[in-house]
């Protein structure tokens, strides 16, 4: 008989020591460190043909097998749906590829790739029992979180900067949650709410401190292998803050290779991060297996100015294992290849787009990526959360005036 | 043997003179009035059952017989999702509904609903020989076009009201657009547009002034009756400005109901507009067939901000022929109403889908809708695209202070 999840338990991701994963639980009692969540891959194997997926609704829970809820009725949604892989034939030839998509997150529910880790998350976490989340945010995740926190009847507490973009606080009240605001960076909104839990009833769900984010971000690498008519590319290129996603994506490729529902290499993956805030491209220059808060962090792609990750030693861990890559580029740069990337394909990505895309230009132009290589770039938001990513200062004309046109 | 697409031939929506549908055509050479495409449905339903849908990918495109486009090749594409119908339980109940479901178009690229009316009708544009494109926009529309058209290789014309959703102007720019603002409404705009496309190279695509961006926006009535399963719901609520979407859903349903992919009543429509744009409105309480132009018109839904419009003679026609409802309501309730569905579902929906649910709210009360029906609104953009929607206003706390928590 089939089920419905294959999950089978938790396993730290430092010590390996496994966790029951029917109760409510955030890091390992031992360490201290991420759990991650283990399916029975092999009774899957066996059960589930990967056809069976053929005649199921285009959303991210139709890989349900692969995730924690263990119904449908568990399910928060606000409509996850398989996010575009766009083909950018017009900017691969600029940059000198052959084979470039764009995995567009822009189509999800708040208009970034946290929508999938909350979807997931907060259903998880209403299915053990949780009423009470509360986590610190550099914008898009709290949003999201408190998005699918309303959707699901929770309360949410979220801690951001006061530099966070202002559109994601909007969404959080917007969503009814309770929400303040920091004259820090993220790690200082992240000891508020670890203060507020161990005060009272709410629980911590930051990045990695709940083991079912990742869950809803793997379904971003499920969703790139099917996209591809199960195929692998050779190089995944991801904007690297907390690195979740990074890591999400490697998990689902890593379950999808065991459960044999694709078959190849492994990608080399690229992290990338901005100058202004590169933990983990100094740990990887440096061979180092865990990175160094970085003080005084800033850029203007929000969403990875985060200064030490709690899974840095997880993202490194991947980048040497895949033979992979840490960049760092400029914000003059990243803002650059935003509008060239607009330009040529209509897109507006977000400036932790532009910054991956810039990495893919530095990297063929460096001979680390071969033109005849499927190149997929991670665009985790829409470029509309971050307006002022283009200057909009014009004149203006009065009624009847000839446009001075080109 | 079956066709791609079963476009037949454009038709006069006033004066019913037929025209060549093969090469490029703006009005009605006759009367000036918008043209509208016609099918060849007697032979689509000979020819196709509906069942041949079944394996197409969850996008607009599946529906490609009833859509302009000859070949798969000539489609322009950014990922045009299914977008997803959310049914909205909680908020029902508040308002006295047992079955509401918004069909929400953020989910689209550029995270509205113009986008449809883009990615059709610029790949129509394109196939037909057109190179150079002007609109007068209220933003979102303009956004669309403009990144469709650089996504196509055409070269955009864009004027907007100055006041328009600055984040719209960005999308402009990003796409590499020109980009013109105006100190006036978008008639304003419109009126520039025409004077530079009488002294140049360009071609006006403004609203209904070609005929295929209705089509795309037709999508969402297909989209909305597969989604319900091949059935019809009994009453349409579409925030109306331009009211390309409304007249697009009734003409999607009229054609499945030629076809016979449907069966049932045609559902009520209502239209919804703002208090201080609301020439459709005054029009249907007195009974008239066209709306006259409303001086000084503002709202904060923006989108809905056209104080006349071209098509408003097919709007109230079909107001008239559902038994529909056209409908006012003040800025201040529609904010409250963007308030009151977040909090009790998380969707943050636009200012134009907040006036549609307040909309909704007001007709159970007078008895119109009653409880047992089952009810669609269009959240016609996402909320996002308008953060001041949302006082975001708080107070900033210095690092490690305590949360004042509720």
Redesign the interface.
């Known amino acids: 008989m089939t089920r419905y999840s294959y999950l089978s338990h938790l396993e730290c991701a430092r010590c390996g020591q496994s966790q029951d994963a029917t109760h409510a639980i955030g890091l390992c009692p031992s360490c201290n460190s991420p759990l991650l969540a283990r399916y029975d891959l092999a009774a899957l194997a066996r059960d589930v043909p990967r056809d069976a997926l053929r005649d199921r609704?285009?959303e991210l829970w139709r890989y349900h097998e692969l995730l924690p809820s263990s119904s449908a009725e568990e399910q928060v949604?606000?409509?996850e749906?398989?996010?575009?892989?766009?083909r950018m034939d017009?900017y691969a030839t600029d940059i000198g590829l052959d084979e470039l998509w764009v995995k567009?997150e822009?189509?999800?529910?708040?208009?970034s790739f946290k929508a999938r880790g909350a979807a997931v998350g907060v259903s998880r976490a209403r299915e053990v029992g949780m009423r009470r989340i509360a986590m610190p945010t550099n914008g898009n995740a709290g949003a999201a979180w408190?998005?699918?926190?309303?959707?699901?009847?929770l309360t949410a507490?979220i801690?951001m900067p006061?530099n966070a973009p202002?559109?994601t606080?909007?969404?959080c009240?917007?969503?009814?949650a309770?929400?303040?605001?920091?004259?820090?960076v993220i790690s200082?909104a992240g000891?508020?709410?670890a203060?507020?839990v161990a005060?009272?009833d709410?629980v911590d769900v930051a990045t990695l401190k709940e083991p079912y984010r990742i869950e809803g971000k793997k379904t971003m690498g499920l969703e790139i292998v099917e996209q591809l008519g199960w195929s692998l590319p050779d190089v995944v290129v991801y904007p690297t803050g907390g690195g979740v996603g990074l890591i999400g994506i490697y998990k689902a490729i890593a379950e999808l290779l065991e459960l044999g529902w694709v078959h190849g290499e492994m990608p080399r993956f690229v992290a990338v991060q901005a100058e202004g805030c590169a933990p983990i491209v100094t740990a990887f220059e440096r061979g180092e297996s865990e990175s160094t808060f970085v003080p005084d962090s800033r850029t203007v792609a929000f969403g990875i100015n985060v200064p030490k990750a709690l899974g840095d030693f997880l993202v490194l861990d991947i980048l040497y294992r895949t033979k992979g890559r840490a960049i760092a580029v400029s914000d003059e740069d990243l803002l650059a290849e935003?509008?060239v990337l607009?330009?040529?394909?209509?897109?507006?990505v977000c400036p932790e787009g532009a910054a991956a895309l810039r990495a893919v230009r530095t990297l063929v132009q460096e001979g680390w990526i071969g033109r005849e290589e499927r190149v997929v770039v991670l665009n985790t938001g829409?470029?509309?959360?971050y307006?002022e990513?283009?200057?909009?200062d014009?004149?203006?004309?009065?009624?009847?005036?000839?446009?001075?046109?080109?």
Chains 1, 2 share one sequence.
């Open positions: 609704a285009w949604t606000l409509g749906v398989v996010t575009p892989m766009l017009r567009d822009s189509a999800t529910p708040t208009s408190a998005t699918y926190a309303a959707r699901a009847g507490l801690v006061r202002v559109v606080r909007a969404e009240l917007a969503a009814g309770e929400v303040h605001l920091v004259d820090g200082d000891a508020m709410v203060a507020a005060d009272g709410w935003l509008r607009g330009a040529a394909e209509g897109l507006f829409a470029g509309i959360k307006p990513c283009v200057d909009t014009l004149p203006v004309l009065a009624p009847g005036s000839a446009l001075p046109t080109r």
